[in-house]
Antibody, heavy 122, light 107 residues
């Protein structure tokens, strides 16, 4: 069974940093594109970033460019996002998600983890 | 960026009703569209991908149609467990973008 478990969320000050992790199991991690998607409290979904199976190709939403860095450690089956220069508007539940079909495509993502809450506030 | 517009934003329906949700893309996305269901406090769950392909384990009362700019999610006979918020997502180009959501509520 595929499992994705996020961790690392919590309270951060504006301008601060956090690193989120997503521990994956139940599939060959290195073969799949992975992504981060977030959801601000009471709001809709916003795609944040995605990374290829090898880790050498990354994509970012404009809101994340220059501040967030997605990475992965295929030896540890873990996905990361390093978030710097945090802003109040980054407050959200952050979900990691696995590419559905394993073709190295950046389109369909399922399943998603349970999410980790990031709160940016002074 | 491609804008995704869902309508309605909410719908009240009864068990057994047929429910239709629409999603419009700001430009042609061919069939690069997915539908998700999200229940309160839970992660989104993929229902439909490639506009009309049913994800494994999803009941057949869910169906998707459309191509180009106009898409539809239909629930043929609403069940109690279907009360949730539904999102469309385009996968034609980066950044991937979602519709604003449609909340299906109990009438």
């Amino acid at each position: 069974e595929v499992q994705l478990v996020e961790s690392g969320g919590g309270l951060a000050q504006p301008g601060g940093s956090l690193r989120l992790s997503c521990a994956a199991s139940g599939f060959t991690f290195s073969r799949y594109v992975m992504a981060w998607v977030r959801q601000a409290p009471g709001k809709g979904l916003e795609w944040v970033s995605a990374i290829s199976g090898s880790g050498d190709t990354t994509y970012y939403a404009d809101s994340a460019k220059g501040r967030f860095t997605i990475s992965r450690d295929n030896s540890r089956n873990t996905l990361y996002v390093q978030m710097n220069s945090l802003r109040a508007e980054d407050t959200a539940v952050y979900y990691c998600a696995k590419e559905l079909l394993g073709f190295g495509a950046y389109n369909w993502f399922d399943p998603w983890g349970q999410g980790t809450l990031v709160t940016v506030s002074s | 960026d491609i804008q995704m517009t869902q309508s309605p934003s909410s719908v009240s329906a009864s068990v057994g009703d047929r429910v239709t949700i629409t999603c419009r893309a700001s430009q042609d996305i061919s069939s690069w569209l997915a539908w998700f269901q999200q229940k309160p406090g839970k992660a989104p769950n993929l229902l439909i991908y490639a506009a009309s392909s049913l994800q494994g384990g999803v009941p057949s009362r869910f169906s998707g149609s459309g191509s180009g700019t106009d898409f539809t999610l239909t629930i043929s006979s609403l069940q109690p467990e279907d009360f949730a918020t539904y999102y469309c997502q385009q996968a034609n180009s980066f950044p991937l973008t979602f519709g604003g959501g449609t909340k299906v509520e109990i009438k």
